[in-house]
């Protein structure tokens, strides 16, 4: 965990603290905790055009689809503020780096990516976290 740098933050979730993880060195990081596991989880917020929801439901749908069969995915699932019907979140669960890497190098992120933004009226955060062993 040496090579993880740590920032608190609470965006109005609550009692609920977040670790925004970033790697220093740019290189894969590789830690695992006393379980032998290891994930890095992505939690990318967006405040939706109230017109256009049902276009990027469909659009994250179909993301949904297709990374959940790639090599590396443990999880991958679209979220609605319960507060905020505008407000989701999509949060994703890969095995590490390398799997991130080839989903974002993928024909359909590449696709759909772009379609997903020009539903946005603003992206609040995209963060990677990594499990911390305490």
């Known amino acids: 965990m040496d090579d993880c740098l740590h920032s608190y933050f609470d965006e109005g979730f609550g009692n609920k603290t977040f670790i925004n993880v970033k790697n220093k060195s740019d290189k894969n990081i590789t830690t695992t905790n006393n379980k032998g596991i290891f994930m890095i989880t992505i939690i990318s917020e967006n405040i939706i055009e109230e017109q256009k929801q049902q276009e990027f439901i469909t659009i994250v749908k179909q993301m949904i689809e297709k990374s959940r069969k ?7 699932t679209l979220h609605q503020n319960t507060q905020n019907p ?3 979140c999509i949060i994703e669960q890969w095995e590490n780096e390398q799997a991130i890497s080839q989903h974002n ?9 772009p379609q997903m933004k020009k539903c946005r009226i603003e992206q609040k955060q995209a963060n990677h976290f990594c499990i911390m062993d305490i």
């Open 86 to 88: 505008l407000y989701y």
């Open 70 to 76: 790639e090599d590396g995915c443990i999880s991958y």
């Open 105 to 113: 190098n993928t024909e359909h992120f590449k696709t759909l990516v």
